[in-house]
């Protein structure tokens, strides 16, 4: 049972781990998918982008990272946008593969990492 007077949210920050291959793709996926400008974090093996509304992502690229199996049984992350169809066309035409959950009919799919990235509505029925 939970406490009812707390409110509990996810932030608008990601960090993701992976491997060293695969960081020319993912500052391609940045671009070409999330049309983000990718930013190397000086000091690290990190990329970093900020998208629309305030929230970030970044990867930090190491060779512990998961490979592409593992990352299925990682965490799933949601991106939104105000054209779902348009950005499937994006992850379709780069050719990223495509993720079927058993429950839901969302449209997943994966990135040059591996991770899972599940593609839904900015402000479905108008609201935020």
Avoid: K, N
Wanted: contains cysteine; negative net charge; charged residues 20%.
């Amino acid at each position: 049972m939970g406490v009812p007077d707390m409110i509990v949210a996810f932030g608008s920050r990601a960090h993701l781990y992976a491997r060293p291959e695969t960081r020319d793709p993912f500052r391609q996926f940045f671009i070409e998918i999330l049309g983000a400008v990718p930013e190397d974090i000086p000091g690290t093996t990190m990329l970093a982008c900020r998208l629309a509304e305030g929230t970030s992502i970044s990867v930090e690229f190491t060779a512990d990272a998961l490979d592409d199996v593992q990352a299925l049984r990682g965490a799933w992350l949601e991106i939104r946008t105000d054209d779902p169809a348009a950005l499937q066309g994006r992850v379709s035409a780069a050719g990223l593969p495509r993720v079927e959950h058993p429950v839901t009919g969302r449209f997943y799919f994966r990135s040059p990492g591996g991770q899972v990235w599940g593609i839904t509505e900015l402000h479905p029925s108008g609201g935020r």
